[in-house]
Structure formats: C-alpha cells, structure tokens
C-alpha cells in the first residue's frame, strides 16, 4: 500500500518570499507522483505531475517539484508567493502499474501574508 | 465543457434520512471517483468506478453505496444519515487509457450537515 505524509499542516509565508512545501511518500513499488491545489470553497485541480524522466517538473502558476527517489519525496516550491496562492495543496501517488486510485496526503494550508 | 458537475452545493439533513448525491461528467471520462474531505484529513476515498456496470469500494464506503449505469452519472448514496457523515464531498473523473494520462479532474464539491 502507498502512503502520503505532507509535514507541515500550516505555512504562513510572507508576499513575493519563497516557500517549499513538503512531501513524502512510501511505496514498495513505482510510483507516479502528483500535487493538487484547492483554492477556498472549490473543488481542486491539478499543479503538476511526476510521471517519468526529468526529475524537476514545472507547474502551472510557477510552481515546480523536484522528485527524490532516494529520499522517497516530492517537495513543491515556488520563488515568490502571491497573495492568489494562499489554498490548500495537497501532495498525492498512485502506482505505475494497474489502475489503482490516488492516495491524498492531509494536506498544507498555504497563507500568504502582505 | 461543463466538466464534473455534483448537485447540490449545500445539504442539510437529520440522522436517519436518505439522499442521493448527484455527479456528472461531459468529458466521456471512464473512471469517476467519490472522495469525501474532513478538516485537517485530506480526501478519503469512499467508492470508485472504472466504467458503467463497474464500481469498488474505497477506504471508507461504510454508509454509502453508489450505482454506475451510464458513462456520464455517478450518484452516491447516503441511506440512513449520520452526524460522522458530516463532511465535504467530492466527485472527480478521469480518462485512464494509459496510467500516465490519468489526471483527476474534480467537481465543486457537496457541503452536507447531518444533525
């Protein structure tokens, strides 16, 4: 079974400052690696997945990940937060093979203070 | 596209009632997906379904079933309300052809209140 740990609940960050929020997982076998945001009181949407090749992938509203293999994580980053970037983001993996479901971690509640 | 649609936005019911929560999809998605989201908890899987005539159960699925007879609907069911029942729930689809062009897409979510 996979499992998601996202280490920090809460981030508080101060406007055009840079933040890292951090991702772990744990899996026996290969694994495709995801980061989602919700923004308050909507649904959410994909930032930016890990499937293959290059370990550092770039998202949409300049946000990038770097996957770890040794280190088993998927930290997300971003050089200078908006105010529009406060949300909730949401680390997840899914096995390569088969056509098991996502498993979510509880989440990082990103705010972002003028 | 209208994308995954889930009606309604807000419920609020006794214990012991039944509903039936709605979600569709217009992108002639094959997997849908029902997740339901506690504060502090993330998302919880509670049922899935890789095409009509098909569903599994999630993590959760204890009080919930769920039915799939067309490729576009997948409502899930609520039988006799309880207060743990009280949560966000969400409604997400995918089109799984290979494992890597599987990307979720959600609906708004169902804010339901069971006291």
């Known amino acids: 079974a996979q499992s998601v740990t996202q280490l920090d609940s809460q981030v508080p960050v101060f406007e055009e400052a840079p933040v890292e929020l951090r991702c772990n997982y744990s899996?026996?076998?290969?694994?495709?690696l995801f980061w989602y945001v919700q923004y308050p009181n909507q649904g959410l949407q994909l930032l930016l997945k890990?499937?293959?090749?290059?370990?550092l992938v770039k998202g949409i509203n300049g946000f990038e990940a770097e996957f770890n293999k040794s280190q088993t994580s998927f930290h997300l980053r971003k050089p200078s937060v908006h105010i529009s970037d406060t949300a909730e983001y949401f680390c997840a993996v899914r096995t390569i093979s088969g056509n098991t479901p996502l498993v979510f971690g509880k989440g990082t509640r990103l705010s972002v203070i003028a | 596209n209208a994308g995954v649609t889930q009606t309604p936005k807000f419920r609020i019911l006794k214990i012991g009632q039944s509903m039936t929560l709605q979600c569709a999809q217009d992108?002639?998605?094959?997997?849908m997906y029902w997740y339901r989201q506690d504060p502090g908890m993330g998302l919880k899987l509670i049922y899935y379904s890789v095409g009509a005539g098909i569903t599994d159960k999630g993590e959760v699925p204890n009080g919930y079933n769920v039915s799939r007879s067309t490729t576009e609907d997948f409502p899930l069911r609520l039988e006799l309300a309880a207060p743990s029942q009280t949560s966000v729930y969400f409604c997400?689809?995918?089109?799984?052809?290979?494992?890597?062009?599987?990307?979720?897409?959600f609906g708004p979510g169902t804010r339901l209140t069971v006291l």
């Open positions: 997400a689809s995918s089109y799984l052809r290979t494992s890597s062009t599987d990307t979720q897409y």
């Open positions: 992108m002639n998605h094959n997997y």
């Open positions: 899996s026996s076998v290969s694994v495709y």
């Open positions: 890990y499937l293959s090749g290059s370990t």
